[in-house]
C-alpha cells in the first residue's frame, strides 16, 4: 500500500500541482455526458448535492431574489446565503459568468395535444423533440445520482476492509500473537 501524504503535509508546489490538475479536467469536460461522469467519479453523493445546491444559491443570487425569496426556495440558513453572497461581490467572477450562460432545464410539453396530432405534423415532431430532451437530461442527473450512490457503497466497503487491516496491525503491534492455519 502506497503512503499518501496528507493535503496539511504537501508541499506548495503539489498543491498547485493538484488544483492544476482539477482545473485542466473541468476544461477538458465539453458535454454535459462527460461532466457527469467526471462528478461522479471525482465526488460522493453528498458534495454533489452541496456543490449543486451552492450554483443554485449563486444563480439566485445573481437573478436578483432576496435573501428571504432564496431561504424559501433552498431550505437553507440566512448565512449560507450570505456566505455566497460575500464570495460572488469578493470574486465571484467565474460563477456570475457561468451561472447567467446555464441553460433552462427542459420540461415535458404538450402544446399540440392527442386529437387532430397528424394535421399539426410539424408541431407534433418538434414537441416529441423536446419531450425526448427532456428525458434525457432527467435520466442523465438520475443516473449521476445514482451512480454516485455506488460509488459510495464501494467505498464504504472499502474504508471498512481498510480499518480492519489497520486493527489487525495494531492488535499485531501490541503483541496479540496472530495464529495462522497450517
Not at 506548495?12 to 473541468?26: G, W, Y
Not at 396530432?117 to 445520482?145: C, H, S
Request: aromatic fraction near 8%; hydrophobic fraction near 40%.
Amino acid at each position: 500500500m502506497t503512503n499518501i501524504k496528507k493535503l496539511s503535509k504537501l508541499s506548495k508546489k503539489e498543491e498547485l500541482d493538484l488544483v492544476f490538475d482539477l482545473i485542466n479536467a473541468i476544461a477538458l469536460v465539453n458535454n454535459p455526458k462527460k461532466a457527469s461522469l467526471l462528478l461522479q467519479d471525482l465526488l460522493a453523493p453528498a458534495e454533489i448535492k452541496n456543490i449543486s445546491k451552492r450554483l443554485r444559491i449563486a444563480k439566485l443570487l445573481v437573478e436578483g431574489r432576496t435573501q428571504r425569496e432564496i431561504t424559501d426556495e433552498m431550505h437553507c440558513s440566512f448565512a449560507t446565503i450570505s456566505k455566497m453572497s460575500t464570495w460572488l461581490d469578493e470574486a465571484g467572477f467565474g460563477v456570475k459568468e457561468i451561472v447567467t450562460k446555464l441553460p433552462k432545464r427542459q420540461e415535458e410539453v404538450n402544446f399540440v395535444g392527442n386529437r387532430f396530432r397528424q394535421y399539426r405534423l410539424p408541431e407534433a415532431i418538434w414537441e416529441d423533440y423536446l419531450n425526448l430532451k427532456a428525458f434525457v437530461q432527467q435520466r442523465r442527473v438520475e443516473e449521476l445520482m445514482e451512480n454516485s450512490k455506488t460509488k459510495k457503497e464501494l467505498f464504504d466497503k472499502i474504508q471498512e476492509a481498510v480499518v480492519d487491516i489497520y486493527k489487525k496491525k495494531s492488535k499485531n503491534k501490541l503483541g496479540v500473537k496472530r495464529y495462522t492455519a497450517t
